[in-house]
């Protein structure tokens, strides 16, 4: 959909999930007075396999190819589902994945996530603490150059300006669903926001579209510096990636489309909270699979504050893979 709107840009892409991802009305136990949407990330992805990481993939793994790079390095926490999309896709489509670990709170959800990682093919690092992972990273990236070549560093969550291209093109996806009828207009999106780039490409994406909702995203990582500044540093940073691969710009995106709250974070990255618990039992009764680390504190949040936010209310159900 970038392609059809910046005809020329100089971005490869590689198609891995099925779109449009569907948009329909939700009821959710808990959730009142608010006219709730919900569109459906965690099919997205081959097979319905993947969730959110892959909308980032589609535009890290051709530029990952572009740049001659044959090992992808990233990071996250002992249940990430970036590393273990990163893993995956990375591994059918001929890379290697390195992946430093850092310990956060073991659930079942965790756990069943670690498992698969170490069945992923990626090598895996596992570190005490962030500040113990940075010190490490220098090190393996120089172990794992091959042929003079370095792998490539994607951050936490595939946020960098590619894979925010990701949800760029979700936000035009969501625009055009609003001019075929499937969906009304939103006044508020909401998100979890794990390393910002879906908060950031939904930004930057809604106001190409022309669309004026709002982006809120329920931060749910202690460990990065998820401000609205710092997200619309990464959306500005996108915009400018567009422009110099061929896009007519400049673009202009008002930081005040974005608003974070920590109010549901909980005590840290990956505990989950009784809120957060209540809105996943919440989501099985209504025959939605959801985990109490992201998806079930931003429903969390709409649950308390929805009828508050502009609406329509759309919330992206980005539950990862499984
Ligand atoms: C299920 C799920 N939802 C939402 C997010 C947040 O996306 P982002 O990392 O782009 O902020 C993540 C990852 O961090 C995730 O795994």
Sequence with gaps: ??????????????????????????????????DLWVKDESVFG??????????????????????GVRTLFTVGGI???????????????GFRTVLGLVDQPVDDHVREQLARLQASGA???????????????????????????????????????????????TALEIAKQVAHGELPEPGTVVVPVGSGGTVAGLALGL???????????????DTLDLSAPALA???????????????????????????????????TYG???????????????AGLELE????GKALAAIADIGPQLPGPVLWLNTHGPR
Excluded: Q
């Design 292 to 295: 109490p680390v992201y998806t």
């Design 207 to 221: 106001s190409l579209a022309g669309l004026s909702a709002r982006v809120f995203g329920v931060v749910v990582n």
């Design 233 to 267: 540093g990464l959306a500005s940073r996108t915009a400018e990636l567009l422009v110099s691969r061929g896009a007519a710009g400049p673009f202009t995106m008002s930081e005040d489309c974005i608003t974070v709250s920590n109010d549901w974070l909980g005590s």
């Design 123 to 169: 090598e895996l690092h596992r570190y005490p603490t962030p500040a113990r992972l940075r010190l490490a990273a220098p090190w393996l990236m120089a172990r794992y150059a091959g042929d003079w070549r370095l792998p490539w560093y994607l951050p936490a969550g595939g946020s960098n300006e590619f894979g925010t291209l990701g949800y760029v093109e």
């Design 79 to 93: 249940g990430t589902h970036w590393g273990l999309a990163c893993a995956r896709y990375g591994a059918e489509h």
């Design 1 to 34: 959909m970038l392609h059809i709107r910046f005809p020329g840009l100089d971005l490869g892409h590689m198609k891995l999930g099925a779109r449009p991802t569907p948009v329909r009305p939700l009821a959710l136990d808990g959730i009142e007075g608010v």
């Design 46 to 67: 081959d097979g319905g396999w993947g969730g959110n990481k892959v909308r980032k993939l589609e535009w890290i793994l051709p530029e990952a190819k572009r740049r």
């Design 271 to 285: 505990d989950p909270t009784p809120a957060s618990v209540t809105m996943v039992e919440a989501g099985a009764r």
